[in-house]
């Protein structure tokens, strides 16, 4: 008795491995890898509009927005935003109706595992060996983040050269 019950936790526990073995991390999205180029992105999906941005208020230097037909999985997102430095897809950024949460949690639940991180609230990560996926929900709107390991090191290589030179002073 006491062998089934432990080679049943056995068992569980290689399902659990082979679960999070599973897990993947976004290498882009949908055909669009890290690390294309604008042009790529929009050869491959639709997009309404491409402008220069405020890197210290959003990843990169170019934000591009799809165009209104295009799709996450089987959810029909409010925006798909698209960002780029040095004409490379650095990250995405999803936003949807929050009436297709149970959607979007069983997707990213089934393409990334169990997230990494928890935090209060309906706000959770996977952190990836190259990328990091966050999902944040709202009362107006859900908004899904894929973003590169690269773009939050030069990020955060921007936010303190911005602080060294205001301790400085002009």
């Given at each position: 008795m006491t062998l089934k019950i432990i080679a049943g936790a056995f068992y569980?526990?290689?399902?659990v491995v082979a679960a999070?073995?599973?897990a993947e991390e976004p290498n882009g999205y949908r055909d669009v890898p890290w690390g294309a180029s604008e042009e790529t992105l929009r050869f491959r999906i639709p997009t309404q509009s491409c402008n220069v941005i405020d890197s210290s208020v959003d990843f990169g230097t170019r934000r591009c927005r799809a165009g209104g037909n295009v799709t996450?999985?089987?959810v029909t997102p409010n925006t798909?935003?698209?960002?780029?430095r040095n004409d490379m897809l650095v990250a995405w950024q999803v936003s949807a109706h929050p009436r297709f949460r149970e959607t979007l949690a069983?997707?990213?639940?089934?393409?990334y595992g169990k997230p990494t991180i928890v935090y209060k609230g309906d706000h959770v990560t996977w952190k990836g060996r190259t990328s990091?996926?966050?999902?944040?929900g709202g009362q107006v709107q859900d908004v899904v983040v894929a973003v590169t390991k690269a773009e939050l090191v030069t990020r955060e290589a921007e936010r303190?050269?911005?602080?060294?030179r205001a301790a400085k002073g002009p």
């Open positions: 569980a526990a290689i399902l999070i073995a599973h996450y999985g089987k798909v935003f698209f960002y780029f069983r997707m990213l639940m089934q393409q990091d996926v966050d999902f944040v303190q050269e911005r602080a060294r």
